[in-house]
């Protein structure tokens, strides 16, 4: 199917989507419903409507997969031209503008996007400087069961830009909305506790020793960037 034809199976949101050229566009809807199309012919669009050249469209996209997707795409819509666009992901996108520019980043050597392995041995390293006191370890015992866990907090924090110190303060506040929940609060008398009194043992149990074990492991944030950092890894 040729680029105008796919143009005129749009609906109408879609083509308003395509033919918006300037300015930002949102594209909400779920997957595998064109959204990548949307976007190839917009790009398709761009080119034939105005006098933008190929090499200075920059598209980025998540996964090598939908990057590669994408090239295939812009090359049915808009043929040759198309291997002049950026196409690649967030990570190979800034790890380029890294070693283009080593100087103002202050980084000699080569970056490259971290494998699965390599990640969980650099987190194997990371327990490993866990003393015997550390909340991972009188907690979870001196295994390494819970890697992805502490990855995935790890990368939550790093995707939605969230400092240690930020963290530190949403668990605060969680605590303390936590103390004036009904859950933790006794609502008639139950021995010596009178209604309104804290359920000691259970908010502690389930919301005080949870929430340190959570703060010991935010604490452990810039120690792992410091040890992805010296084994030049992103």
Known sequence: MTFEEKLENLNPNQRLAVDSIE???MVIAGPGTGKTEIL???IGNIIRETDTPPSGILCLTY?????SEMRHRLIEYIGPEAYKIHVSTFHGFCNLVIQENPGIFQQARELEP??????FKLL???ID?????HQLKRFKGLTYTDWKRLHELFMTMKKENWAPDFMYRQIDEYIERMRQSDDYIYKRKSGEN???????????EKVLNRMEVLKAAVSEYDHYNALMAAEGQV
């Open 63 to 67: 996964t090598d997969a939908a990057a």
């Open 124 to 126: 194997q390293k990371l």
């Open 40 to 42: 190839s012919l917009r």
């Open 129 to 133: 400087t866990f003393d015997e006191q």
């Open 23 to 25: 300015g930002p566009v």
């Open 114 to 119: 971290i494998s699965e392995i390599e990640r």
């Open 194 to 204: 009178k209604p309104g009194d804290l359920k000691v043992k259970e908010f502690t």
